[in-house]
Nanobody, 124 residues
Framework: QVQLVESGGGLVQAGGSLRLSCAAS????????MGWFRQAPGKEHDFVAS????????FYADSAKGRFTISRDNAKNTVYLQMNNLKPEDTAVYYC?????????????????WGQGTQVTVSS
């Protein structure tokens, strides 16, 4: 079955860094676009970043531009989110997602598979 398993979340001080990883299995990872969404308490899922099937194209939310980097290793069926200069407003549960359409995306309607989420907490 499809599995997206996130890791790397935790508690960090403002200005710090975290690297999230997402190990994928159960589907043709190399043909899927991948992405990250986040959800803060009481809010909807917000788009963070996406990457096309071969890693050649990426797209970021304005809040992530210049601070976050999405990447993928198709040999390892893994997607990453490097987060630098973290701010308290980045506190949320971060979800790894997969889209069968191979190009970049921003909408939840494009998501076919969701991970279970990993908590990121940034203290001020």
């Amino acid at each position: 079955q499809v599995q997206l398993v996130e890791s790397g979340g935790g508690l960090v001080q403002a200005g710090g860094s975290l690297r999230l990883s997402c190990a994928a299995s159960g589907f043709a990872f190399t043909t899927y676009a991948m992405g990250w969404f986040r959800q803060a308490p009481g809010k909807e899922h917000d788009f963070v970043a996406s990457i096309n099937y071969n890693g050649g194209t990426t797209f970021y939310a304005d809040s992530a531009k210049g601070r976050f980097t999405i990447s993928r290793d198709n040999a390892k069926n893994t997607v990453y989110l490097q987060m630098n200069n973290l701010k308290p407003e980045d506190t949320a549960v971060y979800y790894c997602v997969a889209s069968v359409v191979p190009g970049i995306f921003t909408a939840t309607s494009r998501v076919n598979h969701w991970g279970q989420g990993t908590q990121v907490t940034v203290s001020s």
